[in-house]
């Protein structure tokens, strides 16, 4: 089945450190990719997305590549600030086909904590 | 738009308890889901929905019941809580078919069971 696999955290920066969270995908045919973002005491939004190989999401200064060759989709983001101090996740959905449509398989979730 | 909204937002039960956790939306969205969200587990599956008269399991389905009368609400009912259900709920909905890739959440139900 899918599965998704992300790095360790929590991780700590300070501000305007650069951001890297790696995120690596099980899954067969083509599905799509997802970091979704929950900042504290809400829910999950999402942050950007990529439906095919190749295709870069971004937003808000995050960005995330498609790479089918190393299953991976690994959010960066060149300068942080305070404010994105929140728990990211990896996520995938569909792949294979059948009913997989609209259920997203997630990565375990990563804390960032950006200090001053 | 209210979006996706959950009643209620934190809720302490008793083992062997039961209550329902309410969802509802307004984006008139096919595709509802529950959601569980353990820590260092990411999000888990419960149940989900195509639309009214239609729900399947998901990943984590035991103790969870759901059901879909309208397109608007997917309630889950925990018929008899046990501590193993201890988590944060999040309700799911989006569009099916094109441009319903993004799934939108609501914010959560934490739920503390002793």
């Known amino acids: 089945g899918n599965s998704v696999t992300q790095m360790e955290g929590p991780v700590t920066l300070s501000e305007e450190a650069f951001l890297t969270i790696n ?11 997802f970091w979704y973002v929950q900042y504290p005491g809400e829910g999950l939004q999402l942050l950007l997305k990529a439906t ?9 200064g995050f960005e995330a590549t498609y790479r089918k060759e190393t299953t991976s989709f690994h959010l960066e983001k060149g300068s942080v600030q305070v404010s994105d101090s929140a728990v990211y996740f990896c996520a995938l959905s569909g792949g294979a086909g059948g009913t997989s449509y609209g259920k997203l398989t997630f990565g375990q979730g990563t804390i960032l904590t950006v200090h001053p | 738009n209210a979006g996706v909204t959950q009643t209620p937002k934190f809720q302490v039960l008793k083992t062997g308890q039961s209550m329902t956790l309410q969802c509802a939306q307004d984006m008139n969205h096919e595709y509802m889901s529950w959601y569980r969200q353990d820590p260092g587990m990411g999000l888990r599956l419960i149940h989900y ?19 879909r009368s ?5 309630p889950l009912r925990l ?19 094109t ?6 959440f609501g914010p959560g139900t934490r739920l503390l069971v002793l």
């Open chain 1, 23 to 33: 995120c690596t995908y099980t899954a067969t045919g083509y599905p799509s990719l």
């Open chain 1, 52 to 60: 095919k190989a190749d295709d870069k999401g971004s937003n808000k």
């Open chain 2, 49 to 67: 929905s195509v639309g009214a008269g239609i729900t399947d399991q998901g990943e984590v389905p035991n103790g969870y019941n759901v059901s």
């Open chain 2, 70 to 74: 309208t397109t608007e609400d997917f």
């Open chain 2, 79 to 97: 018929l008899s809580a046990a501590p193993s259900q201890t988590s944060v709920y999040f309700c799911a909905s989006r569009l099916i078919g």
């Open chain 2, 99 to 104: 441009g319903g890739e993004t799934q939108y």
